[in-house]
C-alpha cells in the first residue's frame, strides 16, 4: 500500500471555480500534513501545514485533515489561473529530522 | 525573503563521472535534506542531514552517495560514479528548529550520459 496516494489529474476548472485537491495516507503516526504548489521544473514551494486533523485557511486556500479516515483536502477559492501548478500533498511524523512523504502530484489548469 | 539555492541549475555528466551538488540552506536553519524526483515521478527523500551527521537516508542513497557540509552555509551531495539512473532532479531542503516543515531550494537537474 503506497503511503501517500494523489490523483494525478489533469484536473481543468475554469477561473473563478473552487478547486479541491484530495489525498489519502496509510500510516497513523503521521502527525503534520503539508500542501505545496510545483511549477514545471522548479522546487516544491510550502503552501501551508496543518498539525493533526482540522483546518486552516489562508486567504483563498483552506486545507483539511480528517484523521479518522486518513483523508486530506486543499480548497482554493476563487481560482485563478497563476494557480496552474502541480499541487503536492505530504506528510511527516513530525519530529524535526523527519523525511517528507509526497504524493505523486495532481495537476491543476484554472481555464481564462 | 530568505530561501534556499543551489547550483548550479544543469549539470551533464558521463557514466561513471563524479558529480558534487551544492546547496546554501536558508542561514538559521539546522536540518538539511536532499531529495530527488526522476521525471514524471514523485519527489523521494534521499538523507537527512543534522549536527554534523546523518540522521535517516533512504534504500537509494547508497554507498556511491555522500553529504557534507564543508562549512558553516554549505550543503553537498556528491555522487561518486554515476548511473544513467541517476538522471533526476535534486532538491536540497532545509528547516529550523521550531517546526517539521521543509523549505526547497529551485533544483539541480542532473543529467547522466
Known amino acids: 500500500q503506497k503511503e501517500v496516494e494523489q490523483d494525478p489529474g489533469p484536473l481543468s476548472v475554469p477561473e473563478g471555480a473552487i478547486v479541491s485537491l484530495n489525498c489519502t495516507y496509510s500510516?497513523?503516526?503521521?502527525?503534520?500534513f503539508m500542501w505545496y504548489r510545483q511549477y514545471s521544473r522548479k522546487g516544491p514551494e510550502l503552501l501551508m501545514y496543518?498539525?493533526?486533523?482540522g483546518n486552516k485557511e489562508d486567504g483563498r486556500f483552506t486545507a483539511q485533515v480528517d484523521k479518522s479516515s486518513k483523508y486530506i483536502s486543499l480548497f482554493i477559492r476563487d481560482s485563478q489561473p497563476s494557480d496552474s501548478a502541480t499541487y503536492l500533498c505530504?506528510?511527516?511524523?513530525?519530529?524535526?529530522?523527519?523525511?517528507?512523504?509526497f504524493g505523486k502530484g495532481t495537476r491543476l489548469h484554472i481555464l481564462p | 525573503e530568505p530561501e534556499v539555492t543551489q547550483t548550479p541549475s544543469h549539470q551533464v555528466t558521463q557514466m561513471g563521472q563524479e558529480v558534487i551538488l551544492r546547496c546554501v540552506p536558508i542561514s538559521n536553519h539546522l536540518y538539511f535534506y536532499w531529495y530527488r524526483q526522476i521525471l514524471g515521478q514523485k519527489v523521494e527523500f534521499l538523507v537527512s542531514?543534522?549536527?554534523?551527521?546523518?540522521?535517516?537516508k533512504s534504500e537509494i542513497f547508497d554507498d556511491q552517495f555522500s553529504v557534507e557540509r564543508p562549512d558553516g552555509s554549505n550543503f553537498t551531495l556528491k555522487i561518486r560514479s554515476t548511473k544513467l539512473e541517476d538522471s533526476a532532479m535534486y532538491f536540497c531542503?532545509?528547516?529550523?528548529?521550531?517546526?517539521?516543515?521543509?523549505?526547497f531550494g529551485p533544483g539541480t537537474r542532473l543529467t547522466v550520459l
Open positions: 496543518t498539525y493533526s486533523s
Open positions: 505530504a506528510t511527516s511524523r513530525g519530529n524535526r529530522d523527519d523525511k517528507i512523504i
Open positions: 531542503a532545509s528547516t529550523e528548529d521550531t517546526a517539521p516543515t521543509q523549505y
Open positions: 500510516n497513523s503516526a503521521f502527525q503534520y
Open positions: 542531514f543534522y549536527n554534523n551527521e546523518i540522521s535517516e
